[in-house]
């Protein structure tokens, strides 16, 4: 069982930047992914980092260049670094694990799931 627990979010201008944390507790880096979503109002959760068994993290794509994703490994911290936002990056924004898919360093099955942090983007 991996429990997360996410911290850092807030209110902010556009333009400005957020340090997102998740503590991930019963997390291993050889059968777990570790990543970050987000949902806004009205819209569908869409991924934003995952970092899978390999140690190599995917950014959506639109994305990747303003926001980037480390873990500090010996205590099992997943960050996020959000640079330049903007409004339309507000939104819940959740950790999440999953476990590896056999054959592969990736996974698609997500179980664990923290309670999220909110992100405003606002003047």
């Known amino acids: 069982q991996v429990q997360l627990v996410e911290s850092g979010g807030g209110s902010v201008q556009p333009g400005g930047s957020l340090r997102l944390s998740c503590a991930a507790s019963?997390?291993?880096?050889?059968?777990?992914?570790l990543g970050w979503f987000r949902q806004a109002p009205g819209k569908d959760r869409e991924e934003v980092a995952i970092?899978?068994?390999?140690?190599?993290?995917k950014y959506a794509g639109s994305l990747e260049g303003r926001f980037t994703s480390s873990i500090d490994s010996p205590n099992n911290i997943l960050y996020l670094y959000m640079d330049k936002l903007k409004p339309e990056d507000t939104a819940m924004y959740y950790c999440?694990?999953?476990?590896?898919?056999?054959?592969?360093?990736?996974?698609?099955?997500?179980?664990?799931w923290g309670k999220g942090t909110q992100v405003t983007v606002a003047s």
């Open positions: 970092l899978n068994t390999a140690h190599v993290t």
């Open positions: 999440a694990a999953g476990r590896r898919r056999t054959m592969s360093w990736d996974c698609d099955d997500y179980p664990f």
């Open positions: 019963g997390y291993s880096a050889s059968d777990h992914c």
